[in-house]
């Protein structure tokens, strides 16, 4: 959906380098997600955030950091990627009952 | 950590067939929730079911909870070349907040 944008959509780095990947919502939810999608798999949460002031590790927060720096701005840093982060990373926005999700950024670590 | 597992992987039906994917879990649900995700897209919510037992329609998709609420299923009547895509049950925690998908069923569909 517009509702919620994810910049960059497609990002070649390399092993070692520090890449940084936005989020933005205009759907007013408070709550943020970070996920990532390997092929073949189902999406498995990084990080997660209910408000400003909260920040949650999901099932694979190892050598991921995020911040919230406002309601609607979550983004999502890789200190040092390496090759294994390579994937799809999904951020979504929503409530207890419903997620929305932004249209991905394509992440190849060389 | 608590897991929902999805059966089939992958289904190739001629259109007009019926589809069904199945949706388990070792332990009880709060509620299920099922997305789809058309290729290259993004997931897309398509239901929530809370109540044991709970039977919900959506035109030609028929949404299921088990009884004891440790399974779920997702039925599609007539497949049609627009169903494919990837069919996801997820599992909100306790506060939603972690959320756990299900690996997911590819639906592919033969004109």
């Known amino acids: 959906d517009a509702d919620v944008t994810q910049t960059p959509r497609n990002r070649i780095t390399k092993t070692g380098k520090r890449i940084m990947l936005e989020c933005s919502q205009t759907?007013?939810?408070?709550?943020m997600y970070w996920y990532r999608q390997d092929p073949g798999l189902g999406l498995r949460l990084i990080y997660y955030s209910f408000d400003v002031k909260d920040i949650n590790k999901g099932e694979i927060s190892d050598g991921y950091s995020v911040s919230r720096q406002a309601q609607a701005k979550f983004s999502l840093s890789l200190e040092s990627a390496i090759p294994n982060q390579t994937a799809l990373y999904f951020c979504?926005?929503?409530?207890?009952?419903?997620?929305?999700f932004g249209p991905g950024t394509r992440l190849t670590v060389l | 950590g608590q897991q929902v597992m999805q059966i089939p992987q992958y289904q190739h039906v001629q259109e007009g067939e019926d589809f069904t994917t199945y949706c388990n879990s070792s332990t009880t649900l709060s509620n299920i929730q099922w997305y789809k995700q058309r290729p290259g897209g993004h997931p897309v919510f398509l239901i929530q079911?809370?109540?044991?037992?709970e039977v919900k329609k959506q035109k030609r998709l028929t949404f299921q909870f088990g009884e004891a609420k440790k399974n779920s299923s997702l039925h599609i009547t007539a497949t049609q070349t627009t169903d494919v895509g990837t069919y996801f049950c997820?599992?909100?925690?306790?506060?939603?907040?972690?959320?756990?998908f299900g690996d997911g069923t590819t639906l592919t569909v033969k004109p």
């Open positions: 997820v599992r909100s925690g306790t506060n939603a907040g972690k959320s756990t």
């Open positions: 979504a926005t929503g409530t207890y009952n419903e997620q929305f």
């Open positions: 759907k007013g939810h408070d709550r």
């Open positions: 079911l809370v109540k044991s037992g």
